[in-house]
């Protein structure tokens, strides 16, 4: 945290700051890339505003000169740790009441060692609440030292696309920009023979403030009982 929070998040409160984290690792088929082709966040602060273009991919991220090579249908793991380069498992990856759902989404780019986000984004692995284990998105990170798994679709045209992972943290979020958005992109080529290029939604643009899933008070039983996942509806192949 010393070393990574900025004065700004010094000011924003013990509380919150506790639990700031950033995705920062990939893993592909089980090969550990860790941060070779992720736009690292410049801090572990979130964003809060989801008319911003940091929503993309955080504030002030640069490009990255490597790409990680993913076959379509493989298995991409994304890890998320509450500091910089520390992977220790004894560490939340997400701590401090930090409840909320765990996104993943891709967009087809020309290249993604350039390419700011501004197009188009769907959505390809999510995780709100389950009420059945009382288990957020954000839980199952803590769970898992910070990973979370996703199959990339079979059928998506090959080239380069960014991948945006995302953890929305909840537990200020009963008033209008409370919720905090962690992101991070990551860079890569897509192989494969698929021919499917999914409609999408753009950032800024897919949430609003208002949104059931982004306003929302959570230490209220009936509130998360359906909890409704921000963005679009998932897209699997
Ligand atoms: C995907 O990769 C992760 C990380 O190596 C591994 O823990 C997980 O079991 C894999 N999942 C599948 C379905 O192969
Ligand atoms: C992406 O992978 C394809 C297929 O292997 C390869 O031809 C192409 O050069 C790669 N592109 C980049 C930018 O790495
Ligand atoms: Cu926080």
């Known amino acids: 945290m010393k070393s990574f929070t900025t004065a700004f998040g010094l000011l924003a409160g013990a509380t919150s700051v506790l639990g700031h984290s950033t995705f920062q690792e990939m893993w592909v088929d089980g090969v550990d890339k860790v941060s070779t082709c992720a736009r690292l966040p410049l801090s572990n ?32 793991t994304v890890e998320m740790h509450a500091q910089p380069g520390d992977r220790s498992c004894a560490n939340q990856a997400i701590g401090g009441n930090h409840y909320g759902p765990i996104l993943v989404y891709m967009s087809k780019v020309a290249n993604a060692a350039t390419d700011v986000g501004a197009g188009s ?13 009382n288990k957020w998105g ?14 990339v679709p079979a059928d998506l045209a090959p080239g380069n696309y960014l991948v945006r992972a995302e953890a929305i943290a909840l537990h200020t979020a009963s008033t209008a920009g409370g919720a905090q958005f962690y992101m991070t992109c990551f860079q890569i080529n897509l192989t494969g023979t698929g021919t499917k290029t999914p409609a999408g939604v753009s950032f800024p643009g897919a949430y609003k403030a ?9 230490y209220q039983a009936s509130n998360i009982a359906n909890y409704q996942i921000p963005g679009p509806a998932l897209f699997t192949g």
């Not at 769907?122 to 009420?131: A, I, N, R, S």
């Not at 208002?210 to 959570?218: A, C, F, K, S, W």
Request: glycine share 8%.
């Open 121 to 133: 984004w769907f959505k390809v692995d999510e995780f709100g609440y389950d009420v059945a284990t």
């Open 45 to 76: 602060n979130p964003v809060t505003s989801v008319t911003t273009n940091d929503i993309r991919c955080n504030a002030g991220t640069v490009p990255v000169t490597p790409l990680c090579t993913v076959d379509a249908g493989g298995n991409v």
């Open 210 to 218: 208002t949104d059931p899933g982004i306003l929302i008070n959570i």
């Open 138 to 151: 954000t839980d199952l990170l803590n769970d898992n030292c910070g990973k979370r798994s996703f199959k």
